[in-house]
């Protein structure tokens, strides 16, 4: 488990992490979003000991990264995949992690095999791979000690959609085994998929967490009717928020019971009703975090 307490992180005058508190628990992909600046990177940086706390305390398994004897074997962290050493081939960056963790050699072959580097594309130097490619070769040095908790930082970026999914598989298998998985990422519908709990950061605080299927069920109702305007009307008359949806839909700010409910009282025959859990992490996460949208949220 990763436990998060009061973590606070100050640059001079400017608060980047701002009282964090979370959990990710085993067995679980904890989902870790915000927009660029939130404080994510800042965070997970403090989590393995590359920057230090200001206040506050990140434990792994109730230790601090620095007090691991062998983090490697405990923890497997992928935080910028374009920081390997660009000399280097593939292979030989996993021999290396290989020799520090005291692991069998066979260890490095099975890796390249999991994440799917050929024995050309692992003999090849890294300045010469694609950033799918070195983030395959990431993915590969954090699990390659066998470690019980994943801390990946985007490492979606610049895989195709089949490697999207391929890593999507490879962490929702890690999680079913136990092991625990915290995630960042931009890519919403990937962490709607795969995720387990989510947590959302906005300038630096939390705005927003708990299991993904509270969360989304938190989101409300989408509801359709061949009189939408009266549909409409209805719902507002009964004290519900409706907001008209660029297709004709209905979301509304309740569980779909109720939606029915009032809908049957006013004799209006319905098209569609259901949970708003198709677009509800995106509508939520630019809602909680639209303060620190660098593009900005249209009103």
Same mark, same amino acid.
């Given at each position: 488990?990763?436990?998060?307490?009061?973590?606070?992180?100050?640059?001079?005058?400017? +608060?980047?992490?701002?009282?964090?508190?979370?959990?990710?628990?085993?067995?679980?992909?904890?989902?870790?979003?915000? #927009?660029?600046?939130?404080?994510? =990177?800042?965070?997970?940086?403090?989590?393995?000991?590359?920057?230090?706390?200001? =206040?506050?305390?990140?434990?792994?398994?109730?230790?601090?990264?620095?007090?691991? #004897?062998?983090?490697?074997?405990?923890?497997?962290?992928?935080?910028?995949?374009?920081? !390997?050493?660009?000399?280097?081939?593939?292979?030989?960056? +996993?021999?290396?992690?290989?020799?520090?963790?005291?692991?069998?050699?066979?260890?490095?072959?099975?890796?390249?095999?999991?994440?799917?580097?050929?024995?050309?594309?692992?003999?090849?130097?890294?300045?010469?791979? =694609?950033?799918?490619?070195? !983030?395959?070769?990431?993915?590969?040095?954090?699990?390659?000690?066998? #470690?019980?908790?994943?801390?990946?930082?985007? #490492?979606?970026?610049?895989?195709?959609?089949?490697?999207?999914?391929?890593?999507?598989?490879?962490?929702?298998?890690?999680?079913?085994?136990?092991?625990?998985?915290?995630?960042?990422?931009?890519?919403?519908?990937?962490?709607?998929?795969?995720?387990?709990?989510?947590?959302?950061?906005?300038?630096?605080?939390?705005? =927003? !967490?708990?299991?993904?299927?509270?969360?989304?069920?938190?989101?409300?109702?989408?509801?359709?009717?061949?009189?939408?305007?009266?549909?409409?009307?209805?719902?507002?008359?009964?004290?519900? &928020?409706?907001?008209?949806?660029?297709?004709?839909?209905?979301?509304?700010?309740?569980?779909?019971?109720?939606?029915?409910?009032?809908?049957?009282? /006013?004799?209006?025959?319905?098209?569609?009703?259901? /949970?708003?859990?198709?677009?509800?992490?995106?509508?939520?996460?630019?809602? +909680?975090?639209?303060?620190?949208?660098?593009?900005? &949220?249209?009103?």
């Amino acid at each position: 488990m990763i436990t998060i307490d009061g973590l606070t992180k100050t640059y001079g005058t400017t +608060l980047a992490v701002d009282d964090v508190t979370f959990t990710a628990a085993s067995g679980r992909v904890t989902g870790f979003l915000g #927009p660029n600046g939130a404080g994510k =990177s800042t965070t997970m940086r403090i989590m393995v000991g590359l920057t230090r706390a200001t =206040s506050g305390h990140a434990t792994i398994s109730g230790r601090r990264f620095a007090d691991l #004897p062998n983090p490697g074997l405990e923890v497997g962290v992928l935080l910028d995949a374009s920081a !390997q050493h660009a000399g280097r081939t593939g292979r030989e960056i +996993l021999t290396l992690a290989q020799q520090y963790m005291g692991l069998p050699r066979a260890r490095v072959e099975e890796m390249l095999a999991v994440v799917s580097l050929t024995p050309d594309e692992a003999g090849r130097r890294v300045g010469e791979y =694609s950033l799918g490619m070195r !983030q395959r070769l990431g993915i590969a040095t954090a699990l390659i000690g066998d #470690p019980e908790v994943l801390i990946l930082d985007e #490492p979606a970026n610049g895989l195709d959609p089949a490697g999207i999914r391929w890593m999507r598989d490879l962490l929702r298998g890690y999680a079913d085994r136990g092991g625990t998985v915290l995630l960042s990422s931009h890519l919403l519908h990937e962490i709607e998929v795969i995720a387990d709990d989510i947590v959302m950061i906005g300038l630096g605080r939390i705005v =927003s !967490q708990g299991s993904k299927t509270d969360l989304l069920r938190a989101a409300g109702t989408v509801v359709r009717a061949a009189d939408i305007a009266r549909l409409e009307q209805a719902l507002t008359a009964a004290g519900l &928020v409706t907001t008209r949806a660029g297709d004709g839909a209905l979301h509304t700010d309740t569980e779909a019971a109720r939606v029915g409910t009032i809908a049957l009282g /006013a004799g209006i025959a319905l098209t569609e009703l259901r /949970a708003a859990e198709g677009a509800g992490l995106e509508e939520m996460f630019l809602e +909680l975090t639209s303060a620190s949208q660098r593009e900005g &949220v249209p009103a």
